[in-house]
C-alpha cells in the first residue's frame, strides 16, 4: 500500500484528529427537555436549563464505528492510496532527451533521434509502475515536455512527439535545470538520465555540474566524421558599393584531413566555387565578390555532402540597393559633376534650368534637386539643395549680402556639420540668413549664418555661397559637406547592411567600435523585441528558435538568419555515471486508481449512518408519537 498525496504520519495524524473529534462528540450529550406553562404564568425563577451530561460509556457504539470506517475511507481517498504485491517508494526520474540539431544525423538507415526516443521508451519501461519520470528536451535552452507523472502512456506520447530542432546542445543548463527539477519534486529524488549523442561545443563540458544518479543510456554518437559551414556573412563593399562581398566559413568537426568545394549561387547562377583542404578540428575561410544591385536569393553550398548534411547548405535573400536620384538644375554645372557624379550611392543627372521640372523617379525614393545659382519658377516640392539662391527667390529669409567674410564655425552638434573642421575660408561674396526657431545653422561666418537647413514640410539646406567657386573646392570640407546634406536626406542609401547566416541559440555579435545600448533594437520575425546586453564593441542575445533577427544601430542594419545548424565539437563523456538500463521490474503493474470508489464508500458510510442513527431517525419517531391535539392545546 503506497500513499501518493500524503505520507504515513499525515494519514495518521489526520486519521486520529477526526476519530477523537467523533469519539468526544458521543461522550457528550446535550439533552432537552419540553415544557407546556400557562400563558399568563412566569417562568419560575429556579428553573435550571438543560445541561450537558458527561458519559463514561457509549450510548450507540456501532453509530460511532460506521462514522469511524467512513472517515478513514474519506482519508485514504484524499491520501490517493494506491495497493500493490511489492512494496517501492515512489522516486522522481527526469529523463532528458537529446533534442540537438546534430540528432538529426544518420548512423546507418536510421536518425539518432529514432536511436535516443527507442532507449527512452525502454528506460521508461524498466522502471516501476509507481515512480514518476518528466521528459525534458534539450536543445539551446531545457524544455520539459510535461511534469512528474506515472503515466506511461502520456510520457510515451511526450517521447514520441520530440523532434531536433536547428540549435546545438547546451548540456550545462539542461543538466542545471534536472537537478532542479528534481530536488523540488519530492523527498524520493531518482535518476537523472541522458538519452542522446551529447555532442557539445568544444569546452563546454568543463563546467558541467557534478550529478548524482547519472545514467548514460546506449546511444550511438553518430558519424565521426562531419564537414560543415561555420559561418556566411554577405555585406556591401567598402570599396565597391555595387559588389556584394561574401564571407564563407567552412569546418571540419572529424579527426581526419577532408576535402571541400564551395560553391556561390545567385539566383540560380554559379558566381563563385573553391576548392580546398580542411584539416582535422579546422577551419578554411574563402572570399568572394558579386558586382549587382538587384535583389536575389544567395545560396552557398559545400560539398561533398556526408551523414550529416543540414549544414552544408545556405540560403539567404538579399535586397536591392536602390540609387537616390539627384537632378542639378545649373546653367554651368562644372565643378559640381565631380562633386555628384563620385558620390556612391547616388545617380546624379545634370540638366538645364528649362526643363525643370522632370518627372520623378520610379524607384520608392524620394528625389534630390539641386538648384545651383537658380530659383524655380514655383517652390519645389521635394527635398532640395539651394546653392547660392537668387536673394529675392531665397527659402530662408536674407539678412544681407555680404562680401568678403570668413567662414567662421561648423555645427559640429548635428549630422550636417559631422567631421567638418576646417575654418577660415575666405568667401568672396555670401548671403547671411535669419534662421527661424526651428531653423538649423550649419556653418557661421564673421556676419553671420551662411548654411541653414529645415526638415520641414520638405528637407532643404541653402547655402549662401558656391562652394566650388572659393578655396574650399581644393578641400575635403566640401565632398564631406555634400555628403553630409545628402546622407541626413536620404539616411537609408547609406546605412550599412550585413547579412549573416547564424545558429541559434547564444549568439555573439562584434562591432568595429563601441555602441550605446541606447541606440540598438534587436528585433525577432515577428516584431518582438529581444532583450540583449552590451559590452563595448559587442553584442549578445538568445534566441532559442530558428528565425530572422534584425539588430538596428546608429551606424546601420545587421539581419541574422538563425538557420543555420551547430553540430558542436565534441563528445560529453561524464567521468562518474551508471550505464545501460535499469534492471528490470517485469511486467508493468495495473495501476489502479481506487479514491474514487473509497470517496463513494465513505459518503455511503456517512449517509447511513444519518438515516440509521442521525436525525432523520429522531425526525420521523418525533412525528410519529406527536398528536394534532398537542400541537393545539390551549393554555389554561
Known amino acids: 500500500m503506497v500513499f501518493l498525496n500524503l505520507t504515513l504520519g499525515e494519514f495518521l495524524g489526520l486519521a486520529a484528529a477526526f476519530g477523537g473529534a467523533i469519539a468526544a462528540l458521543y461522550l457528550l450529550d446535550r439533552s432537552r427537555r419540553k415544557q407546556v406553562v400557562a ?32 472517515v478513514l475511507l474519506l482519508l485514504l481517498a484524499l491520501a ?13 526520474h527526469v529523463l532528458i532527451l537529446d533534442t540537438s540539431t546534430w540528432m538529426n544525423a544518420r548512423s546507418g538507415n536510421a536518425r539518432l533521434i529514432d536511436a535516443a526516443r527507442a532507449a527512452a521508451r525502454r528506460y521508461i519501461r524498466a522502471l516501476p509502475a509507481q515512480d514518476r519520470v518528466m521528459v525534458e528536451r534539450a536543445g539551446a535552452a531545457p524544455s520539459p515536455a510535461g511534469g512528474f507523472t506515472a503515466d506511461r502512456k502520456a510520457l510515451l506520447q511526450e517521447i ?8 546545438a546542445l547546451d548540456l550545462e543548463q539542461a543538466l542545471r535545470f534536472a537537478l532542479e527539477a528534481r530536488r523540488v519534486a519530492g523527498d524520493e529524488p531518482g535518476e537523472i538520465a541522458f538519452a542522446g549523442a551529447g555532442r557539445v561545443a568544444a569546452g ?7 550529478i548524482p ?11 565521426r ?4 559551414l561555420a559561418d556566411v556573412t554577405v555585406h556591401r563593399s567598402a570599396d565597391d558599393p555595387d559588389a556584394w562581398q561574401i564571407f564563407v566559413s567552412a569546418r571540419n568537426y572529424g579527426e581526419t584531413p577532408a576535402r571541400a ?26 572570399i568572394f565578390s558579386y558586382r549587382t544591385r538587384a535583389a536575389g536569393r544567395l545560396d552557398v553550398r559545400l560539398t561533398p555532402s556526408d551523414a550529416f548534411p543540414a549544414d552544408n547548405s545556405v540560403e539567404l535573400v538579399l535586397p536591392s540597393q536602390p540609387l537616390l536620384p539627384v537632378t542639378v538644375y545649373s546653367s554651368d554645372p562644372g565643378a559640381l559633376k565631380a562633386v555628384f557624379s563620385t558620390a556612391p550611392g547616388i545617380a546624379a543627372q545634370f540638366v538645364p534650368p528649362s526643363r525643370y521640372p522632370l518627372a520623378p523617379s520610379a524607384n520608392g525614393l524620394r528625389p534630390v534637386a539641386v538648384f545651383h545659382r537658380i530659383a524655380p519658377p514655383a517652390p519645389p516640392r521635394q527635398d532640395a539643395i539651394w546653392i547660392d539662391p537668387p536673394a529675392a527667390h531665397s527659402p530662408i529669409p536674407i539678412v544681407s549680402d555680404a562680401a568678403k567674410t570668413t567662414l567662421a564655425a561648423w555645427n559640429g552638434n548635428h549630422a550636417l556639420g559631422l567631421g567638418l573642421r576646417a575654418t577660415g575660408f575666405d568667401l568672396p561674396q555670401t548671403l547671411t540668413f535669419r534662421p527661424g526657431p526651428d531653423d538649423i545653422v550649419v556653418a557661421d561666418s564673421v556676419a553671420g549664418p551662411v548654411i541653414v537647413a529645415r526638415s520641414t514640410p520638405f528637407k532643404i539646406v541653402v547655402l549662401g555661397f558656391d562652394p566650388v567657386a572659393t578655396a574650399m573646392k581644393y578641400q575635403l570640407s566640401t565632398p564631406l559637406l555634400f555628403a553630409n546634406i545628402l546622407h541626413w536626406m ?19 555579435v562584434a562591432f568595429e567600435t563601441p555602441v550605446d545600448p541606447a541606440t540598438v533594437h534587436v528585433t525577432a520575425s515577428d516584431g518582438s523585441d529581444l532583450p540583449f546586453t552590451c559590452d563595448g564593441a559587442s553584442l549578445r542575445f538568445f534566441a532559442a528558435d530558428p528565425g530572422i533577427v534584425r539588430i538596428s544601430t546608429s551606424e546601420g542594419e545587421r539581419v541574422l538568419s538563425l538557420t543555420l545548424p551547430s553540430p558542436g565539437d565534441t563528445l560529453w563523456h561524464p567521468t562518474v555515471a551508471r550505464a545501460g538500463f535499469p534492471p528490470s521490474n517485469g511486467p508493468l503493474e495495473p495501476t489502479h486508481e481506487w479514491w474514487p470508489w473509497l470517496a463513494l464508500a465513505g459518503g455511503a458510510g456517512l449517509l447511513a449512518d444519518w438515516f440509521l442513527y442521525g436525525r432523520a431517525r429522531t425526525i420521523a419517531a418525533s412525528r410519529r408519537t406527536t398528536s394534532p391535539a398537542a400541537a393545539w392545546r390551549k393554555a389554561s
Open 213 to 223: 544518479g547519472l545514467r548514460m543510456l546506449p546511444v550511438s554518437s553518430g558519424p
Open 261 to 286: 568545394i564551395a560553391t556561390v549561387w545567385f539566383d540560380g547562377a554559379v558566381i563563385g566555387q573553391r576548392a580546398f583542404l580542411l584539416s582535422p578540428r579546422g577551419s578554411h575561410d574563402e
Open 225 to 228: 566524421e562531419n564537414n560543415g
Open 204 to 210: 563546454s563540458d568543463a563546467a558541467l555540474p557534478a
Open 490 to 508: 536620404a539616411p537609408e542609401i547609406f546605412r550599412r547592411q550585413e547579412f549573416s547566416a547564424r545558429s541559434p541559440g547564444a549568439v555573439n
Open 80 to 92: 490517493q492510496v494506491r495497493f500493490s504485491q511489492r512494496l517501492h517508494a515512489v522516486h522522481d
Open 39 to 70: 400563558t399568563l404564568r412566569f417562568f419560575p425563577g429556579a428553573a435550571d436549563p438543560p445541561r450537558s451530561v458527561h458519559r463514561r460509556h457509549f450510548e450507540q457504539p456501532w453509530s460511532l464505528l460506521l462514522q469511524l470506517a467512513s
Open 160 to 167: 514520441d512527439s520530440s523532434q531536433p530542432g536547428a540549435s
